[in-house]
């Protein structure tokens, strides 16, 4: 954490921690707890706030959780950091994202939550992603002590923005976190916490331990399975007030509109210019105090308190400058606005349309213009979704754009605040049954380099429903419509708008199971941006200094790292992107934990074979309790046929240098239209 957040160490009332409480379902399941509260909560009773995740909260989730509980703890709250069931700690084993079981224990949590002597009855949810997301599933269940939840880069739909599936497209990232969360399952329980049975325990994990990626790839349409946990099938059935927090340069600020423009409930919404992170620690800059924020909601909502909330704007959002392309931007200058409504009454949309020339006020002459790209565009693109802060951002685009049909403006006779939805209706005809397009609107700067503004992608297949979808018919033309990533961002004067179309983008995307090409019909062809005009006497929304509980102490036995590296075979083409982090290895200085992990990706593909993709991974797990050392390997694949994906994965468990554990996986699973 850098300099700019202030670490404050004193609060109104004194905290006490409890390391671990063990929460006993009725089902005999324990679930395992850190919770840390004022320490006279026995005699002066508080509202509790629930995280409640996956991730550990003795090694996994342990720096944030140092950095935010604490100081709501020390505001008067209980706060209360669960592991779900078959994670860390935790008896049983983790069936899957977002089950009935997981939301099921969460209710009663909350339930054991509001009976508790130090409790006064109120409780609230917080979380950021899979936590962001339980809460607001939770929230629909209608446990009658939930009155408040705060969800940072969520989603309201499973289906259209997670990190399986955009625009019906399969995401590489389906595979990417399902190898993820095989790594995180396979760990074993801390033996000081759990006793003796923590080997029997860590057994039983591996032997259930599900393939997820698999699992997920099996629902290729938006069905029942997607469904479940998806707020958007009846927001009616949340009645507790969201605040929802993302951030510009995270995959999930789409949804917090949706849920602003849908949700009976109360909402307010926060969307500054951060990845995926919590807005006290995030990149890029600039952070905000989103403790004191978070603060003064849980007081009106939780404790009744006079605090303003409800005259906030209902969206405060970061306006972001132009800044020339970059992998890991620490920083990113702009301004802050306040919109009583998305898009707010200053933006009006603004029709760009597609002509021989580029992007103009005036529709052009009809043109076929052919569009079929090479499999390796898209190599540009960063992450789907970044998360762990390595060089994961879009990098400069011109590259991409050279295996793109591309449509420039008119260089900008002044700067232009983008601010709202973006939306491209595209008339076009495909040679294949399936074929895919990305979409990416581009800031090209005078100098030429080409930054990323906002991007979709699309399974053309998909284009009247993502539950129905229908082959297409090569020769006939078609119209859709394609909503792109909202935005908030300033051009400045001499740039240009680039709209860009490609029919690959890897290794982002999977590629269609065969070479394509589109004919885009530009008469029927445009764009609309949003642009948003000068407010006259407007007042930028102030925000508290960001400010953290003390970081927890860590001991560093080895360095992180990270890279991420291209290479392209000068006879095939071949291009191959390797990735790895490191996350380093540390000892808990107050418990004695050592813990460790690295993560590593390869992506590869030829120009001219789709079917040529390949993708890979490997993780290292390292615990160390005293003379205890563990340590387990995960291995996942993926590559395609014509008509399947194939897909393998393996577990190794070792314990003191002797494999202890080995498990392996393969599916093949049928393409459905993808």
Known sequence: MSQDTAIID????????????????TDGTRLAARIWLPADAEDNPVPAILEYLPYRKRDGTVERDQLTHPYFAGHGYACVRVDMRGCGESDGVLEDEYSRQELDDGV????????QAWCSGTVGMMGISWGGFNGLQIAAMRPEPLKAVITLCSTDDRYADDI???????????????ATMLSYSSRPPDPALVGDGWFDTWMQRLDNEPFLAARWLRHQRRDDYWKHGSICEDYSGIEAAVLAVGGWNDAYSNAIFRMLAHL?????????????????????????????????WWDFWLKGE???????????????????PAALPPHIPGKWI???SWPGQSSQPNRLYLTPDGLREAPGEEQALSLSSPQTTGRDGGEFCVIW??????????????????FDSQPLGADMDLVGPVELELEFSSDKPVALLAVRLNDVRPDGSVSRITYALQNLTHIVSHEHPEPLEPGEKYFCRIRLDDVARTLPEGHRLRLSLSTCYWPMMWPAPEPVTLDIHTARSWLTVPVRAPVPGENAPVFPEPVSAPPVDLVELRVPSNSREQTEDADTGEVTMSIEDDFGLYRNAQHGLITGEVGRETH????????????????????QRDDIVLRTETWSTMHSSAGYFHLTARIEAWHNEKLVFERDFAEDIARDLN
């Open 338 to 340: 306040s919109e009583a």
């Open 264 to 296: 009976k409930a109360p909402v307010k919404t926060i969307i500054g210019p951060w990845a995926h992170k919590y807005p006290h620690f995030a990149v890029p800059g600039p952070r905000i105090g989103f403790l004191q924020e978070a603060l003064r």
């Open 306 to 324: 006079a605090t303003g909330v409800l005259r906030d704007p209902a969206v405060r959002t970061y306006v972001m400058a132009s800044t020339p």
């Open 389 to 406: 802060m390595g060089p994961e951002f879009a990098g400069d685009q011109a590259r991409d754009d050279a295996g793109s049909v591309v």
């Open 108 to 115: 009663e949590v909350i339930s054991w939550l509001a009976g």
């Open 604 to 623: 590869s593909i030829r120009p001219d074979d789709p079917l040529s993709a390949r993708m890979t991974t490997h993780w290292t797990q390292e615990i």
């Open 164 to 178: 399986h599936f955009k625009g019906g497209c399969l995401i590489n990232e389906n595979l990417g976190w399902g």
């Open 10 to 25: 004193q609060f109104p009332r004194q905290v006490r921690e409890i390391e671990n409480q063990w929460i006993t379902l």
